[in-house]
Every structure is written in structure tokens, then in C-alpha cells.
């Protein structure tokens, strides 16, 4: 028989913030996948610095979603992890077909963004709740992401 979470947060706090993390889980492994695909798939002169960019940051990416989905578990609730239930709850759209080597760096730009929204959104609850190992995470994750935001928009030409 399972053992309740006894940790200080109360059951509706805990699903609220599984639920947000939930959609932040959600968010990174798009971005992991469209970042990976990316690094398959780019083209023309700036081939190996962006093919060398994209592998750093999904790497990073790959091993970001496990501790997502592992305070989520900690906090009680199931991880979703199929790309039925990504669909439902990433924030990210999917591309379709090859976008040019500018708008590939453009799409991350905004995916990288897109994380760091949804992490901060979830940041009053966890706050409210004194959840700091999970502040401690999104605080992570939003500094991670508006560092490789800012890194993708300085490859970018000014306007
Ligand atoms: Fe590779």
C-alpha cells in the first residue's frame, strides 16, 4: 500500500503545482525535440556553430526534463511522458517541414521564451505554498532560458 506525502503541503497545493510543472515538463521536452531536430537538420554557413549551439543546449535540455518529472513525483503525482499528452500541454507549436538556418534560430528564441513563461507563471503558487525546492528549480530553469534566449538573439543580424 502506498505511504501518503507528508511533507507540509497540503494535497490541493501539491496537485496545483504537479499540474504546473506538469505543463513545464511539457514545454522542455518539445523544445528538447525541436532543438534536437534542429541540430539534424540545419543548413548553410553557420552549419557547425549552430549544429555544435543546438547539442549543447539539448543535452542540457534531456537532462533538465528529469528533474522535472521527478519533483513531480515527489510531490505525489504522476509524470506525463508521451507525446500525446506533450501535445495537449506544451505551450511550444510544432513546426512543420525544414525552416532556414535564421528562422530555426528565431523558433528557438521563442520556445526558450515559452519555458521561461511557464515557469514563472508557476512561480506564485509555488511561493504561496513554500515550496522551495520547486522555486529552486523554476528559478533554474528561467535562468537557463533567458541565458540561451539571449545567446540565440545575439546570432541574429540587428535591425
Ligand atoms: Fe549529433
Not at 507525446?83 to 528562422?103: M, N, W
Not at 535562468?143 to 535591425?159: C, G, V
Amino acid at each position: 500500500m502506498a505511504v501518503a506525502v507528508d511533507i507540509g503541503i497540503a494535497e490541493k497545493e501539491r496537485k496545483k503545482i504537479a499540474d504546473g510543472l506538469s505543463h513545464l515538463l511539457a514545454d522542455t521536452y518539445t523544445l528538447y525535440l525541436k532543438t534536437h531536430n534542429y541540430h539534424w537538420n540545419v543548413e548553410g554557413p553557420m552549419f557547425q556553430t549552430l549544429h555544435t549551439m543546438f547539442e549543447l543546449q539539448y543535452t542540457e535540455l534531456a537532462l533538465a526534463v528529469d528533474l522535472i518529472a521527478e519533483r513531480i513525483r515527489a510531490l505525489g503525482h504522476y509524470a506525463p511522458g508521451s507525446y500525446a499528452q506533450y501535445a495537449k500541454l506544451s505551450s511550444i507549436k510544432e513546426v512543420t517541414g525544414v525552416p532556414g538556418a535564421q528562422d530555426m534560430i528565431k523558433d528557438l528564441v521563442k520556445g526558450n521564451e515559452a519555458v521561461s513563461k511557464t515557469a514563472r507563471a508557476l512561480f506564485p503558487v509555488v511561493d504561496k505554498s513554500s515550496d522551495e525546492p520547486t522555486a529552486d528549480l523554476l528559478t533554474q530553469r528561467m535562468q537557463i532560458h533567458e541565458k540561451t534566449a539571449w545567446m540565440l538573439r545575439s546570432l541574429l543580424e540587428k535591425k
